[in-house]
């Protein structure tokens, strides 16, 4: 399978993805802006603007060009919550206003098992996903 | 972004260096630091803020002692920053080049900008560099601890030398003649 900047994975050290991902059909949930196409949607950390912070070791590194994805829409909401209380209200303008639905299948990548506490994926896209008819914002954040 | 209201100054005072991630969402959200030139002096960067070209950080210093009641749910995260009289807001484009750097009254800092009450730790929704920075703050590495610690080891020198003089002058009284 060959996966979205293959290119970036080539320049690592550690293997990328990890060897431990693996294909899966599941329906998963990412927190997103209102907008499904806009540009700040599906761009991983290393193409965005401005980031935040990137002095990223090489495995850390490679999981910057994974998506965060969740296991249900109840885990991404939760999920959501904790970090603004933490962070304050403004965490939409950086991390996004609704949630988005997509059913994904073994073609499409590889990710990490959910975490059993918090439902989060790590998930590497294939080549030729077309994120924008995938996903579907089902509800706001 | 929103217009503060505070003091410009031309640079931190201190030369970041970056720790580990606290909190972590495709980037960091909060981080630890300390001063290169002064590794007790804890700082941490909380994102606040953003528009197309810069982050906004909030960054505040931090005593080992309320990181240890941080970490120990005595204190939230909130407490944790309004125990300082100010905060740096710092505006930064890519990785951690400043653009500007205001010293803002606590009292004037937007409330957007600041964690909720109730934004006690909880080990499992931070990273696992967290775990490393509770362990370290338990150490007594702050300077006051520090300065204590001397101080217990100058009284102990002290009372070593004090008994070794005792031994001292008892061996000299008897090479004296009565």
Redesign the interface.
Known sequence: MEFQYTDEFKKLASQCPPAMYSTKNIVIFRWVFEDIKDARNFL??PY????????LDDVTKCQ?FS??LYDTEHNAKQQFA??????????Y???GTNIAKAEITEKDGVSDEPNA??GHISHHFAVGFDYEDTFTIISNL | MEILKGLKVKNLGFIPQ?MG?L?Y???????HFVDANNKQEHYLY?????N????RWLIFKNSTKNLQRFFDKKIS?LDLIKANPFVFIVD?????HVKSVMIVNIDKIP??????S??FF?A??YEPYALTLQKQSVAPNDTYTLILSEIEKLKIQQKENHTLLQIVNTRVESFLPH
């Open positions: 991983p950390l965005r603007n401005p980031k935040r912070f990137l002095n910057s998506l965060s904790k970090l603004r209380n933490k962070i304050g209200i403004n965490i303008k950086t991390i506490t918090t | 970056k991630d909190l969402h495709e980037g960091t959200l909060l981080a909380k994102w606040s803020d953003c197309d070209t810069y982050n995260l930064m484009a890519d990785d951690l409330i957007t900008y600041l964690p909720f109730d934004s909880e499992d929704e």
